[in-house]
């Protein structure tokens, strides 16, 4: 559906949220992980989030136990799918309107921010593993990074297009 993101399941079992700020049709999204949830509901979170990100990382701290903080850093991901059940908080969006939006699903889906310095069609959006910074890539040729809290872009990269012709004989 144009000018919708639906992610199914984020709030509670069976649960829509519904995401609508795109003018046009949205070319990719990607939800946050744990790492970018810390520093977004740090920053933009509600009450409520922000205890529940503290109860998993006293949590993920094995309650003082060194063996089980190991154990749970080792297998960090596992941990959090399986013994959390740990759900995504935000989802980034972008769009040929050539706008990233990043909505805050438990508060029902509302934007947290806009990010609006590409040119041309939003191609991928992905939040980096210390969850600090969004990076972007368009048709703009152009690679963006942005600091998710001084909501700002870093670093603008241009990209070179390269088109890969394969052989027409089979090399052996």
């Given at each position: 559906y144009k000018n919708i993101l639906s992610s199914g399941g984020i709030k509670e079992e069976g649960a829509t949220t519904m995401v609508n700020a795109h003018t046009n049709n949205i070319t990719c999204a990607t939800f946050s992980h744990f790492e970018a949830d810390k520093v977004l509901v740090e920053h933009y979170g509600t009450s409520q989030q922000k205890e529940e990100m503290k109860k998993i990382a006293k949590d993920r701290l094995g309650g003082g136990d060194e063996k089980k903080q190991m154990e749970i850093e080792a297998n960090e991901e596992e941990w959090l799918l399986n013994t959390v059940k740990y759900q995504p908080q935000f989802v980034a969006s972008g769009s040929r309107d050539k706008n990233i939006f990043i909505y805050n699903l438990a508060q029902g889906g509302?934007?947290?921010?806009?990010?609006?310095?590409?040119?041309?069609?939003?191609?991928?959006?992905?939040?980096?593993?210390?969850?600090?910074?969004?990076?972007?890539?368009?048709?703009?040729?152009?690679?963006?990074?942005?600091?998710?809290?001084?909501?700002?872009?870093?670093?603008?990269?241009?990209?070179?297009?390269?088109?890969?012709?394969?052989?027409?004989?089979?090399?052996?």
């Amino acid at each position: 559906y144009k000018n919708i993101l639906s992610s199914g399941g984020i709030k509670e079992e069976g649960a829509t949220t519904m995401v609508n700020a795109h003018t046009n049709n949205i070319t990719c999204a990607t939800f946050s992980h744990f790492e970018a949830d810390k520093v977004l509901v740090e920053h933009y979170g509600t009450s409520q989030q922000k205890e529940e990100m503290k109860k998993i990382a006293k949590d993920r701290l094995g309650g003082g136990d060194e063996k089980k903080q190991m154990e749970i850093e080792a297998n960090e991901e596992e941990w959090l799918l399986n013994t959390v059940k740990y759900q995504p908080q935000f989802v980034a969006s972008g769009s040929r309107d050539k706008n990233i939006f990043i909505y805050n699903l438990a508060q029902g889906g509302q934007m947290t921010m806009s990010l609006d310095q590409h040119e041309n069609w939003i191609r991928c959006v992905a939040f980096t593993a210390s969850g600090k910074h969004l990076i972007s890539c368009a048709d703009d040729g152009l690679l963006l990074v942005f600091d998710l809290v001084a909501k700002r872009m870093l670093r603008k990269i241009a990209v070179s297009y390269t088109h890969l012709t394969l052989p027409t004989k089979r090399i052996v």
